[in-house]
Nanobody
Framework: QVQVEESGGGLAQAGESLRLSCVVS????????MGWYRQEPGKQRELVAS???????WYADSGKGRFFISRDNSKNTLYLQMNRLKAEDTAVYYC?????????WGQGTQVTVSS
């Protein structure tokens, strides 16, 4: 069974940066198109950034120019560099495959940005 473990969240001031990490096990990570998702209280989980195996990236408008997704296949790890954080970035952040059938969701990592 595929497992994901997110980390790197925390409390930040507006304008600061955080780097999230996601370690994936139980699958051939190199073959997986990946995404970072976030969920605010009372709202649906949404995709904020994706990285395809060929290197193509996509960002939601909310993170364009501020968020950067990357991966280290040697470490089975996905990253999300979040710069110039805003209060509206406050959410729980998750990683998962882009495939329609999702892996079991991890606990996520809480990002709280104070303005």
């Amino acid at each position: 069974q595929v497992q994901v473990e997110e980390s790197g969240g925390g409390l930040a001031q507006a304008g600061e940066s955080l780097r999230l990490s996601c370690v994936v096990s139980g699958t051939i990570f190199t073959n997986a198109a990946m995404g970072w998702y976030r969920q605010e209280p009372g709202k649906q989980r949404e995709l904020v950034a994706s990285l395809r195996t060929g290197g193509g990236t996509w960002y939601a408008d909310s993170g364009k120019g501020r968020f950067f997704i990357s991966r280290d296949n040697s470490k089975n790890t996905l990253y999300l560099q979040m710069n110039r954080l805003k209060a509206e970035d406050t959410a729980v952040y998750y990683c998962n495959t882009l495939a329609p059938t999702k892996w079991l969701w991890g606990q996520g990592t809480q990002v709280t940005v104070s303005s």
